[in-house]
């Protein structure tokens, strides 16, 4: 296993940690619904203890740690406001003529990118698969697993918590709500795969 070359230095860490926390105390202050923030909130909170756990042993590259804080910030702001109500995609809906508020769909857009890109660095760092295709192949499949997990998650919530579980869902009455957030996750994983593949090649060159 080798380390990576461009992990953050010491100040952009702290600039990573301050952005982080000043959004997420943004975020927990006054939120729709407090409930449904800690749902969507969850996740990036996790996310940073395993960061914080793994730092010393396994630092990831400068891209990779950026891309997770763009994807923590989208679970932050569809927290405050829940996922139907960001007001810029109710600006978005109106101005375009629109059904719905879609937030959500950036968030499972993020949901495949980012994933992707953290995968494709561990799978290479450690060496898991020799074969490119093979490795954007397995990219792939495991964004969609992750994705219809996350899907199974949100109906285990629904079923325990009954109507407070609505806004969580964000379906808006879409009846395809669950096939087209694990659709946009898929396009954000092959976003990825085209989109960053040569950056993070070089950051780990």
Same mark, same amino acid.
Not at 26 to 52: N, Q, T, Y
Not at 87 to 111: C, M, S, V
Not at 115 to 144: D, G, T, Y
């Given at each position: 296993?080798?380390?990576?070359?461009?992990?953050?230095?010491?100040?952009?860490?702290?600039?990573?940690?301050?952005?982080?926390?000043?959004?997420?105390?943004?975020? @927990? =202050? !006054?939120?729709?619904?407090r409930f449904i923030w800690?749902?969507?909130? /969850?996740? *990036?909170?996790?996310?940073?203890? +395993? $960061?914080?756990?793994?730092?010393?042993?396994?630092?990831?590259?400068?891209?990779?740690y950026w891309l997770i804080?763009?994807?923590?910030?989208?679970?932050?702001?569809?927290?405050?406001?829940?996922?139907?109500?960001?007001?810029?995609?109710?600006?978005?809906?109106?101005?375009?003529?629109?059904?719905?508020?879609?937030?959500?769909?950036?968030?499972?857009l993020a949901q495949g990118?980012?994933?992707? @890109? =953290? !995968?494709?660095?561990?799978?290479?760092?450690?060496?898991?698969?020799? /074969?490119? *295709?093979?490795?954007?192949?397995? +990219? $792939?499949?495991?964004?969609?697993?992750?994705?219809?997990?996350?899907?199974?998650?949100?109906?285990?919530?629904?079923?325990?918590?009954?109507?407070?579980?609505?806004?969580?869902?964000?379906?808006?009455?879409?009846?395809?709500?669950?096939?087209?957030?694990?659709?946009?996750?898929?396009?954000?994983?092959?976003?990825?795969?085209?989109?960053?593949?040569?950056?993070?090649?070089?950051?780990?060159?």
């Amino acid at each position: 296993m080798q380390k990576s070359p461009a992990y953050p230095h010491k100040r952009e860490i702290a600039l990573w940690l301050a952005i982080y926390v000043l959004v997420l105390l943004w975020s @927990a =202050i !006054a939120p729709k619904d407090r409930f449904i923030w800690f749902l969507e909130v /969850s996740p *990036a909170l996790i996310g940073l203890v +395993i $960061l914080v756990a793994t730092y010393r042993v396994f630092p990831l590259t400068r891209l990779t740690y950026w891309l997770i804080l763009a994807h923590c910030i989208i679970l932050m702001v569809g927290g405050h406001y829940t996922y139907a109500e960001v007001p810029l995609f109710d600006w978005i809906r109106e101005t375009f003529g629109q059904q719905r508020n879609n937030y959500d769909k950036l968030g499972h857009l993020a949901q495949g990118f980012v994933p992707a @890109a =953290i !995968a494709r660095e561990l799978l290479l760092r450690l060496e898991v698969l020799r /074969s490119r *295709a093979w490795l954007n192949f397995f +990219i $792939l499949c495991f964004v969609l697993a992750l994705s219809a997990f996350y899907e199974l998650i949100e109906w285990w919530v629904a079923v325990a918590s009954g109507d407070e579980a609505v806004a969580f869902l964000g379906t808006q009455g879409y009846v395809w709500d669950t096939q087209s957030d694990m659709f946009m996750a898929l396009i954000g994983g092959i976003a990825a795969l085209l989109l960053v593949a040569r950056w993070q090649d070089r950051q780990l060159a």
